[in-house]
Structure formats: structure tokens, C-alpha cells
């Protein structure tokens, strides 16, 4: 076998969510080391080729980053690979287009369209806080940042408001019941729904019980829930269908009405 860290990705192998088809090739690539984990992310050529169509191929890609077109939470990137991340915020200026990069109820990335004055910030969950050398206290964050002397007031779990801009946290909103949340993992990923309660189970995993603007009720664990607002107001803009999950037939009716025809009645079908 050889040595050191993976280099390539083979298309079948790479993240549902990225949606490649399974013909186009062999290889698909591979996301550098950064502030996401690779299954969590999706590299910039995917994004502008496959999602955005900017590109037709993927020299295409590296001729538009090369330009310095591209900025990532206000950074110029011009890796191909780049990983691009839940809450990260995509600007081509030279277009006067800006996107956030989340989820919807499919489990799929969705890229929401965003104004420019929503791209000055993030949201970002806090990870960590510790006392460093000479009492700094420290705050790691869920896109791998570091803030120093965070408000004492912040927890783990919690959400903060990040501006890009002047690089610091000007709001947070702390993780309790009522306030709205989105789920970033397990097979609940993608909705939105505010936070009724928290299970504590001692040596094993929080559970945290949360339910959708239509009622519905379910639960996950603690660390894939990020709160997203305070309240039921959320503090960025939320994807196409403010993630509640329809059903089946709920998306063959809709299906069939967008089409023209008259589909089923959810109601007047036994299951």
C-alpha cells in the first residue's frame, strides 16, 4: 500500500450531495484540507461547473479563479479544490451575485441566493471555549476560526453572528428551547424547526427534540442541531421550502400541478 494521505477520489465514492452522475467519468475531485471536513464540503469546481454553470469544463474553472474572480467569506480563493462549506458565503462581485451555501430537506447542498448587504456575515456555531496562555480565553468556531476574548456570555453549542468585514463576532444566539434551528446532520438534515427540548444522557449522546413550522416532531442528536435565530425569526435568508420535509405523495402533487395535470389527492389515497 502506499504511504501518506489520499490524493485522489473516485466519482462513485465522492458525497451524495455534490449530485455527480456516475458516466461523466472516473475521478471526481478531491477537496484540500481546510475549514470543512470533505464529506461536509464541495470544492469550488464542482460548485462552478456542476451547480452554477459558469463552466463547461474544468479548465474553464481554473481560468475563472485565476482571474480572481471568486471570494470565499471575502477571501480571493483560487484552488479548484478549495472546500466550500455549510454558512460559507460565495461573492463574484464582477457580477454583483452573492450565495450561501446550505442544506435542504434532501440532504443536498443548496446555494441561496443572498443580497449584498447579508454576505458581510456568517453564522457559525461555537465548537469549543478555553483558557489559553497568560488567561486568554479562546472560542473555536464550526469553520475552524479562532476568536479571542469571545463575550462571557457565550457557550458551546452556541450560534454566532461572524462579520467578514471587521473580523469579529458582533452577536450570538444562545442554544435553548424556542429558538429556531436547522439540522447539519444525520437523516434529519436539512430541516428547520424550532427547539422544544434537550434529553442529557450521561455518557452517551445529548438528544434534542425539535419541531417544524407544520407541527412535525422529531429528534436528533445535540451536535447536528445550529440554531439559526432567535425566536422563530431566522438571521439569514432560508432555503426554498424553509425546510419542512413533505411527504410522497405531498411531492407528486406538487409535481403534477407544476406540470399542468391533476395529480392525486394526498387525502383520498390509503396508504
Not at 94 to 114: H, W
Request: charged share 30%.
Amino acid at each position: 500500500m502506499p504511504r501518506g494521505p489520499r490524493k485522489h477520489l473516485k466519482r462513485l465514492n465522492a458525497p451524495r450531495n455534490w449530485m455527480l452522475d456516475k458516466l461523466s467519468g472516473k475521478w471526481a475531485p478531491r477537496p484540500r484540507t481546510g475549514p470543512h471536513k470533505l464529506r461536509e464540503s464541495i470544492p469550488l469546481l464542482i460548485l462552478l461547473r456542476n451547480r452554477l454553470k459558469y463552466a463547461l469544463t474544468a479548465r474553464e474553472v481554473i481560468q475563472i479563479l485565476h482571474q480572481r474572480l471568486i471570494k470565499v467569506d471575502g477571501k480571493v480563493r483560487t484552488d479548484q479544490k478549495y472546500p466550500a462549506g455549510f454558512m460559507d458565503v460565495v461573492s463574484i462581485e464582477k457580477t454583483n451575485e452573492y450565495f450561501r451555501l446550505m442544506y435542504d430537506v434532501k440532504g443536498r447542498f443548496a446555494i441561496k441566493p443572498i443580497s449584498q448587504t447579508e454576505a458581510d456575515y456568517k453564522l457559525a456555531r461555537v465548537r469549543k471555549i478555553w483558557k489559553g496562555k497568560n488567561g486568554v480565553i479562546f472560542a473555536a468556531l464550526s469553520d475552524s476560526r479562532v476568536v479571542r476574548y469571545p463575550d462571557p456570555l457565550i457557550k458551546p453549542h452556541d450560534t454566532v453572528k461572524y462579520n467578514l468585514k471587521e473580523g469579529k463576532i458582533t452577536s450570538f444566539v444562545p442554544f435553548e428551547a424556542g429558538n429556531l434551528s436547522m439540522i447539519i446532520g444525520g437523516r434529519n438534515l436539512g430541516r428547520i424547526g424550532v427547539i422544544v427540548k434537550r434529553e442529557r444522557h450521561l455518557g452517551g449522546f445529548d438528544i434534542v427534540h425539535v419541531k417544524d413550522a407544520i407541527g412535525h416532531t422529531f429528534a436528533t442528536r445535540l451536535q447536528n442541531v445550529f440554531v439559526i435565530g432567535k425566536g422563530t425569526k431566522p438571521l439569514v435568508s432560508l432555503p426554498l421550502g424553509h425546510g419542512i420535509r413533505k411527504t410522497i405523495l405531498e411531492e407528486l402533487s406538487i409535481r403534477h400541478k407544476r406540470l399542468g395535470n391533476k395529480g392525486p389527492n394526498p387525502a383520498e389515497v390509503s396508504v
